[in-house]
Structure formats: structure tokens, C-alpha cells
């Protein structure tokens, strides 16, 4: 008996351990990582370049199909850093399309927590992530946020001029057709996507707005027509949800063809929102680039 005793003692152990184990190799560094997004054989990321003055710092290998862990908070306050620079990640599939997906990450996020979703729905694309310059209580975000659906607009402005800025400076440097772009942002990293769109309606043709929300109070009369969008709201994401049918009424109304979905999940994203982004951009029209009607 006592025997037996030792023996199951042991094989709790060694599960123990080996969980333990398990949770470190998730929980390491994506940047320090040889195979940081689980890709297929023959993948090629390139190394996370450092934005001047600052060293690379990229989250957790955590899952990328995760909660905005700033999304409900009532209030940011604190102090709010803004880096010079855009740290971003490239990674070029080995045998790659003529696509492109750019990735927005949402509150808390980096330039690589897209991954694995874009990897699932198109895993012949370059990806492009890119990490938002501002730092706010210690959150990384695209721009400044006062309470959970008010903005600093001054912020918002700014930060999408410099994100376009660099955007055509890095696409230029690697080659990529802007002509066969797609844009696919979560939470905080969509609604810059959208604000970009409508103060900048010559750069995005297709984009993927994960649930978003219209975040600038006075958005200019721009012609959006021949640009695609694709709206994924949470039936029970009970902060943004009603904001959605807003986001979608302003795009349509400046031009531009609006596929709004719904899905039965919250403020996280999971494998409906997968489905449902990857049939988009698997029809005809959308991967062929044919976004002008």
C-alpha cells in the first residue's frame, strides 16, 4: 500500500513539473523565441527590430485569441509615454502570396499577438504587426484613452498620421503591394484602423475591424467608396457591441461596403471569429485584390 502510495505521489510530480514545463514555453518571450509563432515548417520571422532609445520588451507567448485585458477598465489614468518610433515584425511565409494582412493588436497587446489568428486565416500572407507607440498606465495602446469609449482626439490624430507615416516608408522598403493589402485590427488596434480610413481614404482598400467602435468625435466627410470592411462584433461584449451598428452606419454612409457580422462571444476573440474573417477573405473578389465596384 505504501507502495502504491509513493508511486502515485510521483506521477503527480512529474504532471506537476512537466505543467510547469509547459507554462514556461508559453509564457517565454516571443522575440527570444527560434519558432515564436507555432508556424509551419519552412516560415520565415524576422528578428523584432528596436525602436531607438528603447530595447525590444514583447509580451508573453500568451494565447493570441485572448481578452483586451484593458478593454473594461473604468479609467486609464497615470502617466502616458509616446516612443519615437513604430517596433514592428515581418514574417515572410517561405513560399508566400501576393497578399499582405498589416496587424493591429488591441489594449495590452504587441506587434506579434495577431499571429497566430492571421496565421489560421490566411497562412500564405506576409505578415506585417506593428506595436503601438503609446504606453499608458503601463498598457500599450495605439492612442490615449480618457474612459473606455472616450479618446483623446488631439492623440488619435497624431498617431494615425504617424502610423501612415511609417507604413509607407516600411511597405516601400519590403516590397509590398499595397494594392494587395489587408488590414486586420483588434479592439484598440481596429479602431485606429478606421480612424486611419476616414483621415486617410487613399492608403486602406480592405480591412478586418475586430470589435470596434467609432472613436473620433468629429470624423471629416472622406469619400470611402470602392474600400471594403468587415465588422466582427460580440453579441455579448457589452461596452462595444452597441457601438458597432455607429461604426458601420459612419463607413456606409461615407461610400464604402460594409459586411457587418455578430458573433455569440464577448470582448474575446475565438474560433467564430476565425470562421468568419477567413471566409471574407477567402471569396473571390477579396483575395484577387478586385476591391473597386
Known amino acids: 500500500m505504501a507502495n502504491n502510495r509513493l ?41 523584432c527590430p528596436e525602436a531607438k532609445g528603447e530595447p525590444v520588451t514583447a509580451s508573453a507567448a500568451r494565447p493570441v485569441l485572448r481578452h483586451d485585458a484593458a478593454a473594461t477598465t473604468p479609467v486609464i489614468a497615470g502617466p502616458i509615454a509616446h516612443a519615437r518610433h513604430f517596433v514592428y515584425r515581418l514574417l515572410r ?48 495602446r495605439w492612442y490615449a484613452r480618457i474612459t473606455p469609449t472616450e479618446f483623446d482626439q488631439a492623440d488619435i490624430r497624431k498617431e494615425a498620421k504617424a502610423f501612415v507615416d511609417f507604413l509607407k516608408v516600411r511597405m516601400a522598403a519590403e516590397k509590398l503591394d499595397p494594392e494587395h493589402t489587408v488590414f486586420i485590427g483588434y479592439s484598440n488596434g481596429a479602431n485606429l484602423i478606421a480612424a486611419v480610413s476616414l483621415l486617410y481614404p487613399d492608403l486602406i482598400e480592405r480591412a ?58 464577448g470582448h474575446l476573440l475565438g474560433d467564430e471569429d476565425v470562421k468568419v474573417v477567413s471566409d471574407w477573405l477567402s471569396a473571390a473578389d477579396m483575395m484577387a485584390g478586385d476591391t473597386k465596384r
Open 7 to 47: 508511486a502515485a505521489l510521483v506521477l503527480v510530480l512529474i504532471a506537476f513539473v512537466g505543467g510547469a514545463g509547459i507554462a514556461q514555453a508559453r509564457d517565454s518571450s516571443l522575440c527570444a523565441q527560434k519558432d515564436p509563432t507555432g508556424l509551419a515548417a519552412g516560415a520565415k520571422a524576422e528578428p
Open 93 to 140: 511565409p517561405e513560399a508566400p502570396s501576393a497578399e499582405t494582412i498589416v496587424l493591429l493588436h488591441g489594449s495590452g497587446g504587441d506587434e506579434a499577438s495577431l499571429f497566430k489568428l492571421a496565421l489560421r486565416v490566411a497562412p500564405d500572407a506576409t505578415l506585417l504587426g506593428v506595436r503601438g507607440r503609446i504606453v499608458q498606465k503601463g498598457i500599450k
Open 208 to 265: 478586418v475591424l475586430l470589435r470596434a467602435m467609432p472613436v473620433l468625435t468629429k470624423a471629416p466627410e472622406t469619400d470611402l467608396r470602392g474600400v471594403r470592411f468587415l465588422t466582427v462584433s460580440g453579441e455579448k461584449d457589452r461596452i462595444y457591441a452597441p457601438f458597432a451598428p455607429v461604426l458601420e452606419a459612419l463607413l456606409r454612409n461615407r461610400g464604402a461596403v460594409v459586411d457587418a457580422r455578430q458573433v455569440a462571444a
